[in-house]
């Protein structure tokens, strides 16, 4: 009896074993994902709205600043430049909320990353098969350090940079200290924090680069930003490997002002407001 029941426990080890052994790798299930992560790069072409090469106005100018944080709260994957915005493969669109009045952004429940960071993972299955030739992201939010001069010295500070159609800010940090608001702010707002304390604004420009403005216009007020990929990416839905995508954004000078004395530093305190906190254009890279 003693070697019966020794005979079946086993058989029942082995056949175990066995079973685990043939199991399907989750990522053979439907489980692969797109990746999306962000890139800053001061190098990449400075472009316009219109994603055209944008050189500096005169009297102005600008520098490519050290980003800290991003996010973004819509993307989109669109098969040709015919397709209206919304109308492509929409795979995220973050939580909004009209607690401030109009619509907007919640930024309370954003999610900021640092470069090279997951910003958003997506299930290949639940994505509509096909071939998109176009990546369309609205950005949401900046954070960023910049050089300034005041009292004769070169000094950085920190940038909060809003540049989404709308955000509801209850409280946010620039850097170490945070700020009760409890309202709507609308894009081009932001927030600069220094040793001598902090100071707010409103940006009159925002640029948004989008090469497709001829065949597919973005509302005006929002930041979505459009690029094309160096080939189609091409979805079947039975892929088995993560996609990574890099959406590496233009900084070339892409925090600009009145540089009033012409010496093409920013001085605030004398009298060199900023005119533009947008990014500078849009590539995507696909591993």
Not at 22 to 45: M, Y
Not at 66 to 88: D, I, Q, R, V, W
């Amino acid at each position: 009896m003693k070697k019966s029941i020794f005979l079946f426990i086993s058989l029942l080890a082995i056949w175990s074993c066995q079973k685990a052994d043939t199991e399907v790798n989750p990522s053979q299930e439907g489980t692969a994902k797109v990746i999306f992560k962000f890139k800053f790069d001061p190098q990449q072409e400075r472009l316009d709205g219109f994603g055209r090469p944008a050189p500096m106005p005169a009297g102005n100018a600008g520098q490519s600043p050290t980003f800290n944080l991003m996010s973004a709260h819509y993307y989109e994957l669109t098969p040709t430049a015919l397709t209206p915005l919304g109308k492509g493969a929409v795979l995220f669109q973050a939580t909004e909320v009209t607690t401030g009045g109009e619509n907007a952004i919640d930024f309370e429940k954003s999610k900021n990353v640092k470069e090279g960071e997951t910003i958003l993972e997506i299930p290949i299955k639940g994505i509509k098969s096909g071939s998109y030739e176009y990546l369309r992201v609205s950005l949401a939010y900046q954070n960023y350090t910049v050089k300034f001069r005041a009292l004769n010295m070169d000094l950085e500070g920190t940038v909060a940079s809003f540049i989404g159609f709308r955000t509801y800010l209850k409280t946010y940090k620039v850097k170490n200290t945070e700020l009760a608001i409890n309202r709507n702010k609308s894009q081009g707002y932001w927030a600069f924090e220094t040793s001598f304390g902090i100071t707010s604004g409103q940006a009159p420009r925002t640029t948004v680069p989008n090469p497709l403005f001829a065949t597919s216009p973005v509302p005006a007020g929002s930041c979505v930003v459009t690029a094309k990929f160096d080939s189609p990416l091409i979805i079947t839905g039975k892929e088995s490997k993560d996609i990574t995508i890099t959406i590496s954004l233009s900084t070339n000078n892409s925090f600009e002002w009145v540089d009033s004395n012409r010496n093409n530093r920013w001085e605030p305190a004398d009298n060199e407001p900023v005119v533009d906190m947008g990014v500078r254009g849009m590539k995507v890279i696909v591993n």
